[in-house]
């Protein structure tokens, strides 16, 4: 069942726990989603960007939403560029969009903005913007600071938007970080205490387990991954080629599962899907999402 992240999140907001946006680009990382989301019977949000097979994931995940109905999960445009782009996902059947104007100026962030949720909303999908702006790892210690939500506009941008989830910058940074990660836990009870949609953590890979469960109870709902699961799933196919094992308990695993079979290209993708799997399981479990679909 393919359902918004509004209901998603709002769920998540009551009960108090986390809810996790893997990005998945094709089908081994989509049916890596599925199983894990039908194992845990957690709902899921499954996330892609724009500028990567936006068109075939969604009708893969489309597919296997189909195929497993009892499965609760949002199609999810993450990181929404262009206007076109937008309207794209839209007629691809996202149940959710991102629309990503962070660098710009708060004003014209409020503009863009609001211009797509009255159209998102018009057609029943759910909107998710971002305040601040979350860097990327590899310039984490020139760019932390900067790039931080403020408190006194969090509230009034919400309002003036009415985005359905709003993604903050609380010291987070998208892919592998170089430097340690320093969230401020107390930015973000402040902005949770001050708006009323659910909150969302982009850049949760690399960010450690104990700083991503104190950002749940501080008050956030959705929680993006990708790093954590997609450089494991392509190590474990790396080593499958090669015959070569793992000190990782879940690329060993994988590797034990498929132990004896032909390495080519077909049998690879299953080893890596089922890496993919078992990652995302611990990050559902550590965000308390399991059994909550």
Not at 112 to 134: N, S
Not at 157 to 162: I, L, Q, R, S, Y
Not at 168 to 176: D, I, P, R
């Amino acid at each position: 069942m393919l359902i918004g992240i509004d209901q998603i999140l709002n769920e998540a907001k009551k009960g108090r726990y986390g809810v996790a946006a893997p990005d998945a680009y094709n089908s081994p990382s989509v049916q890596g989603c599925f199983q894990a989301a039908l194992h845990l019977k957690a709902p899921l949000i499954i996330s892609c960007l724009g500028t990567t097979n936006m068109e075939e994931t969604a009708e893969v995940v489309k597919f296997y939403a189909k195929k497993h109905p009892e499965a609760v999960v949002a199609l999810h445009l993450d990181h929404g560029g262009p206007f076109e782009e937008i309207m794209c996902a839209l007629r691809c059947g996202y149940s959710s969009v991102m629309i990503d104007r962070s660098k710009l100026v708060y004003e014209e962030n409020v503009r863009e903005v609001r211009e797509v949720v009255k159209i998102a909303h018009a057609m029943g999908v759910a909107v998710e913007a971002e305040l601040g702006h979350v860097g990327t790892g590899t310039e984490y210690e020139t760019t932390r600071d900067s790039g931080l939500t403020h408190r006194e506009e969090a509230k009034r941008f919400v309002e003036e938007t009415g985005v359905d989830a709003l993604a903050v910058a609380v010291g987070t940074s998208h892919g592998v970080y170089k430097g340690t990660p320093r969230l401020d836990f107390e930015l973000l009870r402040d902005i949770a205490g001050m708006v009323s949609v659910p909150l969302v953590l982009h850049g949760g890979s690399g960010t450690g387990d104990e700083n991503l469960k104190k950002c749940i109870e501080c008050g956030i709902q959705k929680i993006n991954l990708f790093t954590d699961m997609a450089d494991p799933a392509g190590e474990a196919m790396a080593c499958f080629m090669r015959g070569e094992s793992s000190s990782d308990a879940d690329i060993a695993a994988a590797l034990e599962m498929y132990a004896g079979k032909k390495k080519n290209f077909n049998v690879a993708p299953m080893v890596g899907t089922e890496v993919y799997r078992r990652k995302l399981e611990h990050y559902i479990q550590l965000f308390g999402s399991d059994g909550k679909a």
